[in-house]
């Protein structure tokens, strides 16, 4: 490949992602393959920087249901999400990755904090920047903090990685055998049928900003490196000139 498609990106991982075939926690094996997908690139001389969730650990919304504060629910999904943010930055470097964590939350003997200006020069520098805490703020999802760090740093593109399913359908093909996925839609389409790609606030951000996502599954090897490179995979949500 002469060019990337490309040339900055941020990349979505849910904390589901992590947990592999486990029912909890972290997977050896899945992180490493997410790692070398990563890696494969950061070989082309793309930047990336990567926004994780933590739902393999903790999800705020289950134990809201219980009668927990749902702000004391949102903090220690985000404490999750550093969890996975320091699972994956091992796994990166154990595959001769640089990378750098940045927190929302301050949290100075395990993450530097985020200072958006020290994120751009870390990946000019070519380093995967991980992206932990959300948005720092509850009621935030991590899709949230996903748009918002993928506008504030100028990435290109917004990448989803899923867990199993390939793009966005109009039903949820794991209980419908005959959900429709769609190739590619806009913003605003996305966001008044109401699909499950992503939450309405990120969709908004997105919308407003003009940034095209691109939703995936990360775990048929070579899909990250083939959408950096210009390729059709998954579904693309667009900016189609009416959005705004």
Same mark, same amino acid.
């Given at each position: ?31 490493? !393959? ?5 890696? @494969? ?17 903790? +999800? ?14 949102? @903090? ?17 470097? @154990? ?6 964590? #940045? ?17 751009? +020069?870390?990946? #000019? ?5 991980? !992206? ?38 109009? @039903? ?16 605003? #389409?996305?966001?008044?049928? +109401? ?50």
């Amino acid at each position: 490949m002469d060019q990337p498609e490309y040339s900055r990106v941020i990349l979505k991982m849910s904390g589901e992602s992590f947990k592999g075939e486990r029912d909890f926690g972290m997977d050896a094996d899945t992180l490493r !393959f997410i790692s070398l997908q990563i890696k @494969s690139v950061v070989d082309l001389g793309v930047e990336v920087g990567v926004v994780v969730g933590g739902g393999n650990i903790w +999800r705020g919304a289950d134990y809201e249901q219980t009668g927990m504060d749902r702000s004391t629910a949102d @903090s220690a999904g985000m404490l999750a999400t550093i969890m996975n943010a320091l699972a994956l930055q091992d796994a990166l470097e @154990s595959v001769d990755v640089t990378v750098r964590t #940045q927190s929302a939350i301050a949290m100075p003997s395990v993450a530097e904090p985020y200072i958006r200006r020290r994120a751009i +020069r870390h990946l #000019q520098k070519g380093r995967v920047v991980i !992206f932990a805490g959300g948005t720092g703020n509850p009621y935030m999802t991590t899709d949230t903090a996903a748009a918002l760090r993928a506008l504030e740093i100028g990435a290109n593109v917004l990448v989803m990685a899923k867990n199993g399913v390939d793009g966005v359908y109009d @039903s949820d093909p794991r209980h419908n055998i005959s959900a429709k996925k769609y190739e590619k839609l806009s913003h605003h #389409q996305a966001l008044s049928q +109401r699909l499950g790609a992503l939450d309405s606030t990120a969709l908004s951000l997105c919308m407003d900003n003009a940034l095209p996502i691109v939703v995936f599954d990360i775990f048929k090897s070579g899909n990250l490196a083939s959408i950096i490179s210009g390729e059709h995979v998954g579904t693309l949500i667009y900016d189609d000139g009416t959005d705004t």
